[in-house]
């Protein structure tokens, strides 16, 4: 809340004010941002990159939803299928498909990656839910959230009809067609 009035408050000061110079550096000053406000749009690289199953109905669903979210957005989020046959989990961390397939993978800005519900909370900042990422990752839903995830996890191949497909509970990879 205090980041938006602080932007409020920069942002009129600019209105009336097109642009102040830094006396120290004689650059043009802009309103200032939160920490967690800062982007850094210098390359593709820098994107927050989601690991997901795109043969799990739920999760495509979420990530449909996301991509929504994320089109006046473009860059912020790379979304890579782990089921297509191309993945290669040495571009991504390595992150293999099984360790993808364990739990929700995400690496952010920094190149580093977040699993289960941390990943989630980077994902939702990463979309604009920022406020839904920090919600789950506050010390009172955190272990609710963790919990319930790891339900989901252990039981998301049965309850997406796909145990026969993989019935030691992990899917074997899918060779690429030649």
Known sequence: MFCKVRLGFATAAS????????????????????????????????????????????????????????????????????????????????VSYEMAMEEMTVIDEKDEVHRGVPAFAVMYGAVGLGWLGRFMMWSPVRPFMEKAYAVFAKNRLKWTGRAEECPSGSCKKKPADS
Request: glycine share 8%; net charge positive; with cysteine.
């Open 15 to 94: 209105i009336r004010l097109p642009c102040s110079v830094n006396p120290r550096t004689g650059r043009l000053g802009t309103p200032g941002l939160c920490r967690h406000q800062r982007r850094n749009h210098s390359s593709d690289s820098s994107a927050v990159r989601v690991l997901y199953d795109g043969m799990c109905p739920i999760c495509l669903t979420e990530i449909r939803f996301l991509q929504f979210l994320q089109r006046n957005r473009p860059g912020n989020v790379n979304f890579i299928d782990i089921s297509n046959p191309g993945y290669d989990g040495t571009k991504y961390k390595h």
